[in-house]
T-cell receptor, first 112, second 116 residues
């Protein structure tokens, strides 16, 4: 089955530690996205990548980093510079424009 | 700047009643419009999309939405709500120009509760 997988589903980290969230898609989509979701805030774009080996900052990129070395993978690192990292993180991909984005199941990160 | 407004944070309807969720957007050109649904702790699922053509679009799970350019609206409707429709609903507009082409701007969501 084609789709987007995110792992792990739940992640706990101590304050000051970097953590990497995984996102993999087998839809052969060119574009991939990372969003952060907080209660009552909707979805806010962290980073996006329109093509392999290229990515752009979204609206709230500070304290995050990404890589796009393979078409199917777009990992997100939450660094210790992110002041309030506890949130629900969603990965998405898109095949072209004006196509819709398709979402993974999300990772809930809790920083203790 | 582009924006999406969902005026209702929380709506409660009785099972079997009709539903309309409001969405207004601000965009200079013909927008690409989407409705997504999210169950607690899950990812977003696409309900329907509008790119062009017929302004009344049909989606999955019995939902439909109507694009009204004059009102800058894209309201979601369902004639008879089921208990399983309880979830959070997000409206989004797609950017169709420049380097951020294909990016989405989301509203803050409307949470739907269904009374038995």
């Amino acid at each position: 089955d084609g789709g987007i997988t995110q792992s792990p589903k739940y992640l706990f980290r101590k304050e000051g530690q970097n953590v990497t969230l995984s996102c993999e898609q087998n839809l052969n989509h060119d574009a991939m996205y990372w969003y952060r979701q907080d209660p009552g805030q909707g979805l806010r774009l962290i980073y996006y990548s329109q093509i392999v080996n290229d990515f752009q900052k979204g609206d709230i990129a500070e304290g995050y980093s990404v890589s796009r070395e393979k078409k199917e993978s777009f990992p997100l690192t939450v660094t210790s510079a992110q002041k309030n990292p506890t949130a629900f993180y969603l990965c998405a991909s898109r095949s072209g424009t004006p196509e819709a984005q398709f979402f993974g199941p999300g990772t809930r990160l809790t920083v203790l | 700047a582009q924006s999406v407004t969902q005026p209702d944070i929380h709506i409660t309807v009785s099972e079997g009643a009709s539903l309309e969720l409001r969405c207004n957007y601000s965009y200079g050109a013909t927008p690409y419009l989407f409705w997504y649904v999210q169950s607690p702790g899950q990812g977003l699922q696409l309900l329907l999309k509008y790119f062009s053509g017929d302004t009344l679009v049909q989606g999955i799970k019995g939902f439909e939405a109507e694009f009204k350019r004059s009102q800058s609206s894209f309201n979601l409707r369902k004639p008879s709500v089921h208990w399983s429709d309880a979830a959070e609903y997000f409206c989004a507009v797609g950017r169709n120009y420049g380097g951020s082409q294909g990016n989405l701007i989301f509203g803050k969501g409307t949470k739907l509760s269904v009374k038995p």
